[in-house]
């Protein structure tokens, strides 16, 4: 701790990676440092029973004060939302464990000694004294098979365990006990391996997190017997040839993986791209986009500011706003304070007013009764700047409102801009276009199931311009071809909606669509409404394929949150659905859509376009916010 407390006083470091929880424990001492830390923690405690009251405390102050929480499996993700329910879930990211690149072209498994390997420590909990026990019965069946053991390191608290571990390492008939190598010997020994051990324990199957020697394994070409538990299944598959939960099942499995090349070599396939799949040069991409995303990485060094501006945030609905409002906090150029909107012209004024007092710069979210409130009421010094959906063009608070006061307004397309400056006329010189903020920490790509491929999703099918009947003219095209589609809507049900009953043409258009999708022998018990929920990006696991059929939308973020979560989206040619995604996402009509999904052909870059990567979009309104408020400055010298 003095070391890393001296280090970042002379260099001054943005980001701090802390690994082991007694170290990150010590950090709550020193706030300051903890606020720029990365947590990677595996030694904490993996049930919830087992945590003291003191540790949920620690564990509570460390969600809170870190900047950044990597997770090694989707488990330890769930284990922290359980320990720390009101945890920023946006600091949480998936961090699997590493191996060094590797070439995938290692001699094939036909071709390799009868042998299997261990490499690691010695402890009861890791089956190593049993493994080497049954080996003997395995060497006996099949004649000129080796055991190969590498390691010197055992479990010093049990004495007895020890003793015995020895004998077996020094007496097996077919065991060769080699000691120590280094990484590089290992790699080579392993190449030349059909098949490495890692069956552990019952009690293991619990373990929030997977051995790196799986990884290991599968970048040396060979086959391993592991346990079958969810963390290997979601890794290897249900179909896995080779688990082993029992003493009998591990010498089944040991014979079968050292005399079939078949299942060998099959195995050895699936850990292989298991591995490619965590290399070096894959995780890259990732931690640049999590540095860009780091505290005071949005400016220079020199440029950061001594004094935050304080932002007073207003609107009705704020769930676009969220996570950019978290990136230009971090950067340490802003203060925010919230003013939140029961409708677009309902708040609380004498709130309003207060909150007002302290702020050097008012954001609206949604150009609509905020914006027209606080255009009247704006002091001299402070800046004025809105954001602008869609819905506000049809609207008249824009209009009304004193446009001498409003610094600056942002569209979040260049249609809806187009759209806007032709219903008011606003001042061009004093308008942006930037994106909405899609955040890569809570849509990034997850192992799908395996009949994502045939699901459909549409997030969100109200109001009606969403279009949900579209949905429903490609689904019956796919299940005539293939009774395997479906489609999965997320959000209320359409009838959950209590303002449906009063719009005439509403109710008439979801009651005459839930009417054909009960009566149609193509539709019926293949459409599910899933609840809606800060699930999205899991939700995406079970979907191959995100529809956007409306006949409008001013940019439409689940689009974004697809391409980021790694599913196909299928866009209808609603107005400027090509500019803002792409033509090759863009699709005439229902007929086409269905073609493009039972072709494979969804979209040849299944990537987010790089003008709305999240940096982007945060250095874009900082610049904006720094902008308006310098020039307010310097207007009132």
């Known amino acids: ?130 493994m080497a026990e049954q080996w003997e019965k395995v060497h006996q069946r099949i004649p000129g098979s080796h055991f190969r053991v590498f390691g010197d390191k055992f479990n010093a608290d049990s004495p007895d365990f020890v003793g015995k571990m020895k004998t077996a390492l020094s007496e097996t008939i077919g065991l060769e006990w080699k000691g120590a190598i280094s990484r590089e010997q290992l790699q080579q020994e392993m190449r030349r391996t059909r098949v490495g051990l890692s069956w552990r324990a019952e009690s293991m199957d619990s373990s929030l997190e997977f051995s790196t020697k799986l990884l290991e394994y599968g970048a040396a070409g060979c086959a391993a017997i592991v346990n079958r538990n969810p963390l290997h299944e979601s890794l290897l598959g249900t179909d896995y040839p080779l688990y082993a939960n029992s003493a009998s099942e591990f010498l089944a499995k040991l014979e079968l993986a050292l005399t079939s090349d078949e299942v060998a070599q099959a195995s050895a396939d699936r850990l292989c791209t298991v591995a490619i799949d965590h290399t070096f040069s894959n995780r890259v991409e990732t931690l640049k986009k999590w540095l860009e995303l780091s505290p005071r990485q949005l400016l220079p060094r020199a440029a950061v500011r001594e004094q935050p501006l304080n932002v007073l945030v207003a609107g009705h609905d704020l769930k676009f706003f969220r996570g950019l409002q978290r990136c230009l906090e971090a950067s340490g150029d802003f203060k925010f304070q919230v003013d939140e909107w029961s409708g677009h012209a309902k708040h609380d004024t004498d709130q309003s007013k207060r909150k007002l007092a302290r702020a050097d710069i008012v954001f609206c979210e949604w150009a609509l009764g905020n914006l027209e409130w606080y255009s009247h009421m704006r002091l001299p010094h402070q800046s004025l700047v809105a954001r602008f959906h869609l819905q506000e063009r049809a609207l008249p608070y824009l209009a009304r409102s004193k446009w001498d006061r409003i610094d600056h307004i942002s569209y979040v397309s260049d249609i809806v801009r187009r759209q806007g400056q032709e219903a008011f006329g606003f001042p061009e010189n004093r308008t942006s276009v930037i994106s909405n903020y899609l955040d890569p920490e809570r849509f990034y790509p997850k192992k799908k199931t395996g009949d994502a491929k045939y699901t459909l999703g549409l997030i969100g099918a109200v109001p009606s311009r969403k279009r949900l009947d579209r949905a429903l003219d490609v689904l019956e095209v796919l299940r005539a071809s293939d009774n395997r589609y479906q489609l999965r809507v997320k959000g209320k049900h359409p009838l959950e909606y209590g303002w449906i009953s009063s719009r005439h043409e509403e109710l008439q258009f979801y009651r005459s669509v839930l009417a054909r999708i009960n009566s149609s022998p193509l539709l019926a018990h293949s459409v599910v409404f899933d609840p809606p929920g800060d699930d999205v990006n899991d939700w995406f696991t079970m979907v191959g394929h995100l529809l956007s059929p409306s006949d409008f939308e001013s940019f439409h973020m689940a689009v974004g949150e697809a391409l980021l979560a790694g599913t196909n989206p299928v866009v209808w040619d609603w107005p400027g659905a090509t500019e803002i995604w792409g033509a090759h996402l863009v699709v005439g009509d229902s007929g086409e859509a269905a073609r493009r999904i039972l072709e494979g052909n969804t979209g040849h870059d299944v990537v987010l376009p790089t003008a709305y990567e999240a940096s982007r979009v945060v250095e874009a309104w900082r610049e904006i916010l720094i902008g308006v408020s310098g020039s307010q400055r310097r207007s009132q010298r």
Request: proline content about 7%; charged content about 25%; aromatic content about 10%.
């Open 1 to 130: 701790m003095k070391a890393a407390r001296i280090l970042n006083k002379t260099q001054s470091y943005d980001v701090i990676v802390v690994r082991g929880f007694d170290i990150a424990v010590k950090m709550l001492k020193r706030p300051w440092l903890l606020k720029k830390s990365w947590l990677y923690l595996t030694d904490m405690p993996q049930v919830l029973q087992d945590y003291s009251a003191e540790q949920r405390e620690q564990v509570t102050q460390l969600a809170h004060g870190a900047a950044r929480i990597m997770c090694q499996t989707e488990d330890f993700r769930n284990l922290w939302t359980r320990l720390v329910p009101d945890i920023d879930t946006n600091k949480l990211c998936s961090y699997a464990p590493l191996v060094p690149d590797f070439s995938p072209d290692s001699p094939p498994i036909a071709n390799r000694e009868i042998t299997a390997v261990y490499a690691g420590k010695f402890k009861p909990a890791w089956n190593t004294l049993e």
